[in-house]
Protein backbone atom coordinates (compact mmCIF):
# COMPACT_ATOMS: atom_id res chain seq x y z
CA UNK A 1 0.00 0.00 0.00
CA UNK A 2 1.69 3.29 -0.76
CA UNK A 3 2.41 5.64 2.01
CA UNK A 4 -0.48 8.32 0.93
CA UNK A 5 -3.20 6.08 1.30
CA UNK A 6 -1.53 4.43 4.93
CA UNK A 7 -1.33 7.79 6.06
CA UNK A 8 -5.67 8.26 5.35
CA UNK A 9 -6.34 4.61 6.49
CA UNK A 10 -8.63 4.55 9.08
CA UNK A 11 -7.29 1.25 10.56
CA UNK A 12 -3.51 2.97 10.34
CA UNK A 13 -4.90 6.16 12.04
CA UNK A 14 -6.73 4.82 14.74
CA UNK A 15 -4.36 2.07 15.33
CA UNK A 16 -1.48 4.99 15.68
CA UNK A 17 -3.72 6.97 17.69
CA UNK A 18 -4.66 4.60 20.41
CA UNK A 19 -0.84 2.72 20.50
CA UNK A 20 0.33 6.30 21.46
CA UNK A 21 -1.96 7.15 23.73
CA UNK A 22 -1.02 4.05 25.08
CA UNK A 23 2.24 4.41 25.11
CA UNK A 24 1.60 7.85 27.33
CA UNK A 25 -0.78 6.19 29.71
CA UNK A 26 2.18 3.46 30.33
CA UNK A 27 5.01 5.90 30.52
CA UNK A 28 3.02 8.21 32.82
CA UNK A 29 1.86 5.46 35.30
CA UNK A 30 5.38 3.68 35.57
CA UNK A 31 6.66 6.96 36.41
CA UNK A 32 3.65 7.66 39.24
CA UNK A 33 4.09 4.20 40.57
CA UNK A 34 7.89 4.53 40.07
CA UNK A 35 7.69 7.63 42.37
CA UNK A 36 5.56 6.75 44.48
CA UNK A 37 7.36 3.01 45.57
CA UNK A 38 10.89 4.94 45.73
CA UNK A 39 8.52 7.59 48.17
CA UNK A 40 7.16 4.81 50.40
CA UNK A 41 10.48 2.56 51.03
CA UNK A 42 11.84 6.30 52.16
CA UNK A 43 9.52 7.11 54.54
CA UNK A 44 9.77 3.37 55.67
CA UNK A 45 13.83 3.60 55.73
CA UNK A 46 13.20 6.99 57.96
CA UNK A 47 10.79 5.38 60.42
CA UNK A 48 13.14 2.59 61.25
CA UNK A 49 15.65 5.35 61.75
CA UNK A 50 13.54 7.82 63.79
CA UNK A 51 12.94 4.19 66.25
CA UNK A 52 16.59 3.66 66.54
CA UNK A 53 16.85 7.71 67.25
CA UNK A 54 14.03 6.84 69.69
CA UNK A 55 16.09 4.26 71.40
CA UNK A 56 19.24 5.88 71.58
CA UNK A 57 17.87 8.29 73.16
CA UNK A 58 16.62 6.67 76.11
CA UNK A 59 19.94 5.66 76.69
CA UNK A 60 21.10 9.09 76.34
CA UNK A 61 23.05 9.46 80.30
CA UNK A 62 24.00 12.97 81.82
CA UNK A 63 26.64 13.63 84.74
CA UNK A 64 26.36 16.32 86.67
CA UNK A 65 28.21 18.63 84.79
CA UNK A 66 25.66 17.82 81.86
CA UNK A 67 27.97 15.81 79.40
CA UNK A 68 25.88 13.28 77.91
CA UNK A 69 27.01 9.88 76.96
CA UNK A 70 26.01 6.78 75.28
CA UNK A 71 27.15 3.23 76.59
CA UNK A 72 27.44 0.74 73.70
CA UNK A 73 27.25 -1.98 75.85
CA UNK A 74 23.67 -0.77 76.50
CA UNK A 75 22.83 -1.01 72.33
CA UNK A 76 21.01 -4.57 71.30
CA UNK A 77 21.58 -4.10 67.43
CA UNK A 78 24.83 -5.76 66.51
CA UNK A 79 25.13 -3.36 63.68
CA UNK A 80 26.38 -0.48 65.57
CA UNK A 81 29.63 -2.36 66.58
CA UNK A 82 29.94 -3.57 63.22
CA UNK A 83 32.35 -1.29 61.07
CA UNK A 84 30.76 0.22 57.81
CA UNK A 85 27.33 -1.77 58.52
CA UNK A 86 25.41 1.12 57.19
CA UNK A 87 23.75 1.91 60.65
CA UNK A 88 25.75 4.71 62.38
CA UNK A 89 25.36 6.97 65.59
CA UNK A 90 26.88 10.40 66.42
CA UNK A 91 26.57 12.41 69.36
CA UNK A 92 27.80 16.00 69.14
CA UNK A 93 27.36 19.08 71.59
CA UNK A 94 26.05 22.11 69.87
CA UNK A 95 28.37 25.43 69.20
CA UNK A 96 31.68 22.85 69.97
CA UNK A 97 34.66 23.30 68.17
CA UNK A 98 34.27 21.73 64.82
CA UNK A 99 37.79 19.39 65.06
CA UNK A 100 35.80 18.19 68.34
CA UNK A 101 32.67 16.78 66.77
CA UNK A 102 32.79 12.73 65.87
CA UNK A 103 33.89 12.03 69.60
CA UNK A 104 31.36 10.07 70.37
CA UNK A 105 30.32 7.89 67.84
CA UNK A 106 28.99 4.15 67.03
CA UNK A 107 32.10 1.85 66.15
CA UNK A 108 30.29 1.01 63.15
CA UNK A 109 31.61 4.60 61.59
CA UNK A 110 35.11 3.54 62.47
CA UNK A 111 37.71 6.35 62.05
CA UNK A 112 35.08 8.24 60.18
CA UNK A 113 32.44 10.86 61.18
CA UNK A 114 29.25 12.19 60.15
CA UNK A 115 28.86 15.58 58.47
CA UNK A 116 24.72 16.73 59.37
CA UNK A 117 23.61 20.18 58.14
CA UNK A 118 24.39 22.97 60.17
CA UNK A 119 21.02 23.73 60.95
CA UNK A 120 19.87 24.29 64.44
CA UNK A 121 16.45 22.33 65.14
CA UNK A 122 14.54 22.99 68.03
CA UNK A 123 14.51 20.83 71.07
CA UNK A 124 13.13 17.57 70.39
CA UNK A 125 12.33 18.39 66.94
CA UNK A 126 13.45 15.51 64.30
CA UNK A 127 15.02 17.06 61.04
CA UNK A 128 15.56 14.80 58.12
CA UNK A 129 18.83 14.93 55.54
CA UNK A 130 20.55 13.38 53.00
CA UNK A 131 24.18 13.16 53.22
CA UNK A 132 27.32 11.04 52.06
CA UNK A 133 28.87 8.84 55.25
CA UNK A 134 31.92 6.18 55.06
CA UNK A 135 33.67 5.14 51.79
CA UNK A 136 31.34 8.15 50.04
CA UNK A 137 28.09 5.98 50.23
CA UNK A 138 24.54 7.86 50.31
CA UNK A 139 22.92 8.16 54.01
CA UNK A 140 19.82 9.32 55.17
CA UNK A 141 20.52 11.19 58.95
CA UNK A 142 17.86 11.51 61.60
CA UNK A 143 19.04 14.22 63.90
CA UNK A 144 17.51 15.58 67.16
CA UNK A 145 18.55 18.06 70.00
CA UNK A 146 18.85 16.87 73.75
CA UNK A 147 19.44 18.43 76.88
CA UNK A 148 19.60 17.46 80.59
CA UNK A 149 17.05 19.30 83.14
CA UNK A 150 20.21 19.68 85.33
CA UNK A 151 22.20 21.63 82.55
CA UNK A 152 20.18 23.73 80.31
CA UNK A 153 22.92 25.71 78.98
CA UNK A 154 24.32 22.49 77.16
CA UNK A 155 22.32 21.08 74.18
CA UNK A 156 23.32 17.74 72.00
CA UNK A 157 22.62 16.64 68.77
CA UNK A 158 22.27 13.18 68.75
CA UNK A 159 22.45 12.03 64.90
CA UNK A 160 21.15 7.94 63.29
CA UNK A 161 21.92 7.95 59.83
CA UNK A 162 21.48 4.99 57.52
CA UNK A 163 22.92 3.58 54.32
CA UNK A 164 20.61 3.97 51.50
CA UNK A 165 22.31 1.80 49.06
CA UNK A 166 19.41 -0.82 49.98
CA UNK A 167 16.80 1.52 49.36
CA UNK A 168 18.52 2.82 45.87
CA UNK A 169 18.76 -0.87 45.13
CA UNK A 170 15.26 -1.98 45.96
CA UNK A 171 13.62 1.18 43.83
CA UNK A 172 15.92 -0.51 41.18
CA UNK A 173 14.29 -4.20 41.18
CA UNK A 174 10.71 -2.67 41.41
CA UNK A 175 11.54 -0.37 38.44
CA UNK A 176 12.73 -3.06 36.61
CA UNK A 177 9.82 -5.85 37.23
CA UNK A 178 7.60 -3.22 36.69
CA UNK A 179 8.84 -2.08 32.97
CA UNK A 180 8.49 -5.86 32.18
CA UNK A 181 5.18 -5.65 33.66
CA UNK A 182 4.07 -3.14 31.80
CA UNK A 183 5.64 -3.63 28.52
CA UNK A 184 3.95 -7.64 28.82
CA UNK A 185 0.68 -4.81 29.49
CA UNK A 186 1.09 -2.96 26.63
CA UNK A 187 1.96 -6.38 24.49
CA UNK A 188 -1.41 -7.35 25.88
CA UNK A 189 -2.83 -3.89 25.18
CA UNK A 190 -1.92 -3.73 21.88
CA UNK A 191 -3.26 -7.28 20.84
CA UNK A 192 -6.41 -5.87 22.31
CA UNK A 193 -6.43 -2.73 19.91
CA UNK A 194 -5.85 -4.66 17.19
CA UNK A 195 -8.43 -7.21 17.93
CA UNK A 196 -10.85 -3.91 18.30
CA UNK A 197 -10.02 -2.11 15.17
CA UNK A 198 -10.61 -5.66 13.47
CA UNK A 199 -13.85 -5.98 15.38
CA UNK A 200 -14.92 -2.30 15.12
CA UNK A 201 -14.11 -2.15 10.95
CA UNK A 202 -15.45 -5.62 10.55
CA UNK A 203 -18.55 -4.11 9.48
CA UNK A 204 -16.74 -1.89 7.11
CA UNK A 205 -15.53 -4.86 4.82
CA UNK A 206 -19.33 -6.26 4.65
CA UNK A 207 -20.06 -2.98 3.10
CA UNK A 208 -17.18 -3.50 0.79
CA UNK A 209 -18.11 -6.63 0.00
CA UNK A 210 -21.71 -5.76 -0.13
CA UNK A 211 -20.50 -2.74 -2.53
CA UNK A 212 -18.80 -5.38 -4.64
CA UNK A 213 -21.92 -7.26 -5.14
CA UNK A 214 -23.47 -4.52 -6.04
CA UNK A 215 -21.52 -3.10 -8.78
CA UNK A 216 -20.82 -6.75 -9.92
CA UNK A 217 -24.42 -7.08 -10.71
CA UNK A 218 -24.81 -9.87 -8.41
CA UNK A 219 -27.62 -7.28 -5.87
CA UNK A 220 -29.32 -4.31 -6.61
CA UNK A 221 -29.09 -2.90 -3.10
CA UNK A 222 -26.74 -2.91 -0.41
CA UNK A 223 -28.21 -5.97 1.98
CA UNK A 224 -26.31 -7.34 5.18
CA UNK A 225 -26.55 -7.01 8.79
CA UNK A 226 -24.79 -3.68 9.82
CA UNK A 227 -23.92 -1.51 13.24
CA UNK A 228 -26.77 1.48 13.89
CA UNK A 229 -24.16 3.96 13.80
CA UNK A 230 -24.16 2.62 9.79
CA UNK A 231 -27.25 2.07 9.06
CA UNK A 232 -28.40 5.33 7.52
CA UNK A 233 -25.27 5.80 5.49
CA UNK A 234 -26.77 2.53 4.16
CA UNK A 235 -30.70 3.52 4.14
CA UNK A 236 -29.68 6.70 2.45
CA UNK A 237 -27.38 5.13 -0.56
CA UNK A 238 -30.19 2.65 -0.60
CA UNK A 239 -32.33 5.33 -1.50
CA UNK A 240 -30.17 7.12 -4.42
CA UNK A 241 -30.19 3.63 -6.00
CA UNK A 242 -33.92 3.36 -6.14
CA UNK A 243 -34.38 7.43 -7.27
CA UNK A 244 -31.62 6.12 -9.68
CA UNK A 245 -33.49 2.72 -10.83
CA UNK A 246 -36.62 5.33 -10.55
CA UNK A 247 -35.25 7.81 -13.11
CA UNK A 248 -33.82 5.25 -15.47
CA UNK A 249 -37.12 3.20 -15.71
CA UNK A 250 -38.68 6.88 -16.16
CA UNK A 251 -36.16 7.72 -18.51
CA UNK A 252 -36.97 4.27 -20.60
CA UNK A 253 -40.83 5.43 -20.40
CA UNK A 254 -40.55 8.27 -21.65
CA UNK A 255 -38.17 7.13 -24.54
CA UNK A 256 -40.91 4.68 -25.03
CA UNK A 257 -44.13 7.06 -25.03
CA UNK A 258 -41.70 9.95 -27.45
CA UNK A 259 -41.14 6.91 -29.88
CA UNK A 260 -44.70 5.78 -29.60
CA UNK A 261 -45.95 9.20 -30.34
CA UNK A 262 -44.15 9.82 -33.23
CA UNK A 263 -45.03 6.31 -35.31
CA UNK A 264 -47.98 8.16 -36.30
CA UNK A 265 -46.68 11.18 -37.66
CA UNK A 266 -43.92 9.78 -39.33
CA UNK A 267 -46.10 7.01 -40.85
CA UNK A 268 -48.31 9.22 -42.00
CA UNK A 269 -45.55 11.38 -43.86
CA UNK A 270 -43.88 8.06 -45.14
CA UNK A 271 -47.41 7.31 -46.50
CA UNK A 272 -47.51 11.14 -48.03
CA UNK A 273 -44.39 10.46 -49.57
CA UNK A 274 -44.98 7.25 -51.36
CA UNK A 275 -45.05 7.95 -55.29
CA UNK A 276 -48.35 5.95 -55.80
CA UNK A 277 -50.05 8.96 -53.84
CA UNK A 278 -51.12 11.88 -55.83
CA UNK A 279 -52.01 14.97 -54.31
CA UNK A 280 -51.88 18.82 -55.03
CA UNK A 281 -48.93 20.47 -53.34
CA UNK A 282 -51.39 22.55 -51.38
CA UNK A 283 -52.69 19.40 -49.43
CA UNK A 284 -49.05 17.78 -49.05
CA UNK A 285 -47.38 21.02 -47.54
CA UNK A 286 -50.80 21.06 -44.97
CA UNK A 287 -50.31 17.20 -44.16
CA UNK A 288 -46.50 17.85 -43.39
CA UNK A 289 -47.07 21.00 -41.52
CA UNK A 290 -49.93 19.32 -39.17
CA UNK A 291 -47.64 15.92 -38.66
CA UNK A 292 -44.74 18.15 -37.66
CA UNK A 293 -46.62 20.63 -35.32
CA UNK A 294 -47.83 17.15 -33.53
CA UNK A 295 -44.52 15.70 -33.48
CA UNK A 296 -42.95 19.11 -32.27
CA UNK A 297 -45.98 19.56 -29.40
CA UNK A 298 -44.59 16.27 -28.24
CA UNK A 299 -40.84 16.74 -28.62
CA UNK A 300 -41.44 19.59 -26.57
CA UNK A 301 -43.56 17.96 -24.21
CA UNK A 302 -41.17 15.28 -23.44
CA UNK A 303 -38.47 17.40 -23.04
CA UNK A 304 -40.33 19.49 -20.47
CA UNK A 305 -41.38 15.91 -18.81
CA UNK A 306 -37.54 15.27 -18.74
CA UNK A 307 -36.52 18.52 -17.66
CA UNK A 308 -38.78 18.35 -14.65
CA UNK A 309 -37.65 15.07 -13.56
CA UNK A 310 -34.46 16.19 -13.22
CA UNK A 311 -35.13 18.96 -11.43
CA UNK A 312 -38.01 18.17 -9.23
CA UNK A 313 -35.62 17.35 -6.00
CA UNK A 314 -32.84 19.83 -6.29
CA UNK A 315 -32.57 21.77 -2.95
CA UNK A 316 -33.61 25.68 -3.42
CA UNK A 317 -36.43 25.85 -5.65
CA UNK A 318 -39.04 28.14 -4.04
CA UNK A 319 -41.93 30.12 -5.97
CA UNK A 320 -43.93 32.07 -4.06
CA UNK A 321 -47.77 31.32 -4.80
CA UNK A 322 -49.67 34.70 -4.68
CA UNK A 323 -47.77 36.48 -7.18
CA UNK A 324 -48.01 33.34 -10.01
CA UNK A 325 -52.10 33.16 -9.18
CA UNK A 326 -52.42 37.20 -9.52
CA UNK A 327 -50.60 37.32 -12.42
CA UNK A 328 -52.65 34.61 -14.20
CA UNK A 329 -55.99 35.86 -13.17
CA UNK A 330 -54.51 39.39 -15.08
CA UNK A 331 -53.94 37.59 -17.80
CA UNK A 332 -56.55 35.58 -18.58
CA UNK A 333 -58.58 38.58 -17.60
CA UNK A 334 -57.30 40.49 -20.82
CA UNK A 335 -57.47 37.18 -22.82
CA UNK A 336 -61.18 36.75 -21.48
CA UNK A 337 -62.14 40.06 -21.66
CA UNK A 338 -65.40 40.13 -24.13
CA UNK A 339 -66.82 37.22 -22.21
CA UNK A 340 -67.16 39.35 -19.04
CA UNK A 341 -66.21 36.95 -16.25
CA UNK A 342 -65.70 37.10 -12.62
CA UNK A 343 -62.29 36.48 -12.01
CA UNK A 344 -61.58 36.22 -8.21
CA UNK A 345 -59.24 34.04 -6.02
CA UNK A 346 -58.48 34.27 -2.22
CA UNK A 347 -55.94 36.07 -0.25
CA UNK A 348 -53.21 34.09 -0.01
CA UNK A 349 -50.08 34.22 2.85
CA UNK A 350 -46.86 35.47 1.07
CA UNK A 351 -44.73 32.96 2.72
CA UNK A 352 -46.83 30.26 0.72
CA UNK A 353 -44.64 28.95 -2.04
CA UNK A 354 -44.16 25.70 -4.10
CA UNK A 355 -41.36 23.79 -3.99
CA UNK A 356 -40.58 24.01 -7.86
CA UNK A 357 -39.75 26.32 -11.10
CA UNK A 358 -41.38 29.00 -11.08
CA UNK A 359 -42.84 28.38 -15.02
CA UNK A 360 -43.99 25.07 -13.62
CA UNK A 361 -46.41 26.38 -11.15
CA UNK A 362 -47.57 28.75 -13.92
CA UNK A 363 -48.17 25.93 -16.58
CA UNK A 364 -50.13 23.85 -14.18
CA UNK A 365 -52.14 26.41 -13.42
CA UNK A 366 -52.71 28.53 -15.92
CA UNK A 367 -54.22 25.15 -17.71
CA UNK A 368 -56.46 24.67 -14.73
CA UNK A 369 -57.46 28.72 -14.80
CA UNK A 370 -57.88 28.62 -18.56
CA UNK A 371 -59.78 25.32 -19.10
CA UNK A 372 -62.15 26.92 -16.32
CA UNK A 373 -62.68 30.23 -17.94
CA UNK A 374 -63.64 28.15 -21.53
CA UNK A 375 -66.14 26.34 -19.76
CA UNK A 376 -67.28 28.94 -17.45
CA UNK A 377 -70.58 30.63 -17.36
CA UNK A 378 -69.97 33.95 -15.39
CA UNK A 379 -67.25 33.20 -12.84
CA UNK A 380 -63.83 31.34 -11.83
CA UNK A 381 -62.49 31.81 -8.57
CA UNK A 382 -59.34 30.17 -7.10
CA UNK A 383 -58.14 29.23 -3.12
CA UNK A 384 -55.70 27.51 -1.57
CA UNK A 385 -54.61 26.25 1.44
CA UNK A 386 -51.93 24.64 3.59
CA UNK A 387 -52.15 20.96 4.76
CA UNK A 388 -48.77 20.04 6.53
CA UNK A 389 -45.89 19.88 3.32
CA UNK A 390 -48.38 20.41 0.66
CA UNK A 391 -50.21 23.20 -0.85
CA UNK A 392 -53.93 22.62 -2.17
CA UNK A 393 -55.10 24.67 -4.69
CA UNK A 394 -58.40 24.42 -6.33
CA UNK A 395 -59.78 26.04 -9.26
CA UNK A 396 -64.06 26.52 -9.28
CA UNK A 397 -66.39 27.40 -12.49
CA UNK A 398 -69.57 27.52 -12.54
CA UNK A 399 -70.11 26.34 -16.48
CA UNK A 400 -71.53 22.51 -17.23
CA UNK A 401 -69.50 20.85 -14.92
CA UNK A 402 -67.87 17.06 -16.10
CA UNK A 403 -69.87 13.85 -14.74
CA UNK A 404 -67.93 11.63 -12.75
CA UNK A 405 -67.85 8.70 -15.47
CA UNK A 406 -65.70 10.89 -17.80
CA UNK A 407 -63.30 12.81 -15.18
CA UNK A 408 -60.95 9.96 -15.52
CA UNK A 409 -60.78 10.02 -19.33
CA UNK A 410 -60.04 13.75 -19.55
CA UNK A 411 -57.17 13.42 -18.25
CA UNK A 412 -55.69 11.58 -21.20
CA UNK A 413 -53.64 13.35 -23.23
CA UNK A 414 -55.90 14.18 -26.60
CA UNK A 415 -59.12 13.42 -24.83
CA UNK A 416 -61.51 16.04 -25.46
CA UNK A 417 -65.18 16.18 -24.56
CA UNK A 418 -66.45 18.77 -26.85
CA UNK A 419 -64.50 19.08 -30.30
CA UNK A 420 -66.47 22.75 -30.64
CA UNK A 421 -64.32 24.10 -28.04
CA UNK A 422 -60.70 25.38 -29.23
CA UNK A 423 -58.05 23.20 -27.53
CA UNK A 424 -55.45 20.39 -28.01
CA UNK A 425 -56.87 17.85 -25.46
CA UNK A 426 -53.54 17.93 -23.91
CA UNK A 427 -54.36 20.65 -20.94
CA UNK A 428 -55.49 18.57 -17.95
CA UNK A 429 -53.07 15.42 -19.31
CA UNK A 430 -50.11 18.54 -19.01
CA UNK A 431 -51.47 19.37 -15.36
CA UNK A 432 -51.69 15.71 -13.79
CA UNK A 433 -48.27 14.36 -15.59
CA UNK A 434 -46.34 17.79 -13.93
CA UNK A 435 -47.99 17.52 -11.02
CA UNK A 436 -46.88 13.54 -10.42
CA UNK A 437 -43.64 14.61 -11.39
CA UNK A 438 -43.68 16.40 -8.45
CA UNK A 439 -45.29 13.89 -6.38
CA UNK A 440 -48.30 15.76 -6.06
CA UNK A 441 -51.95 14.94 -7.60
CA UNK A 442 -54.72 16.14 -9.50
CA UNK A 443 -58.39 15.37 -9.08
CA UNK A 444 -61.81 16.54 -10.19
CA UNK A 445 -64.93 16.79 -8.81
CA UNK A 446 -68.45 19.40 -8.32
CA UNK A 447 -68.14 22.53 -7.67
CA UNK A 448 -70.44 24.04 -5.21
CA UNK A 449 -71.87 26.26 -7.72
CA UNK A 450 -72.45 23.24 -10.28
CA UNK A 451 -69.74 23.45 -12.24
CA UNK A 452 -65.99 21.40 -11.85
CA UNK A 453 -63.79 22.21 -8.94
CA UNK A 454 -60.01 20.69 -10.47
CA UNK A 455 -57.76 20.35 -7.17
CA UNK A 456 -54.00 20.06 -7.15
CA UNK A 457 -51.55 18.95 -4.26
CA UNK A 458 -48.22 20.28 -4.67
CA UNK A 459 -44.78 20.14 -2.38
CA UNK A 460 -44.77 23.25 0.06
CA UNK A 461 -41.34 24.56 0.72
CA UNK A 462 -40.75 24.41 4.67
Sequence with gaps: MPAWRRIRSLRVRW???????????????????HSLFQDQVMRQHE??????LDQLTARLEFDASGQASIDPATLSDPRWGKPYSGLYWQLDEVGAAPESQGAQRSRSLWDDRLHPEPDSPADGQIHVHQGTGPRGVPLLLVERTVFSAETPARHWRLVVAGD??????????????LTLSLL??????????????????????????????????????????FPAEVQPLIDDFNGVLDRN?????????????????????????????????????????????????????HIDWHLKRARVAAAQRLPGHRTPLAPVVDGLLRVLARVHDARHLD??????????????????????????????????RTRVHVAAQREGDR?????????????????????????????????SGLGLAIVADLAALYEGSLSLDDAPSGGLRARISLPATR
Excluded: Y
Design 15 to 33: LVATLAAMAVALVLAGLFL
Design 47 to 52: SALTLQ
Design 164 to 177: LTEVGDASARFARV
Design 184 to 225: ALGVLLALAALAQVAVGLAPLRALQRALTDLREGRSQRLQGA
Design 245 to 297: AEVVERARTQAGNLAHALKTPLAVLDQAAAPSVTADPAALAALVHEQVTLARR
Design 343 to 376: LGADDMPADWAFAGEEQDLQEMLGNLMDNACLWA
Design 391 to 423: LVITVEDDGPGIAPEQRQAVLARGVRLDEATPG
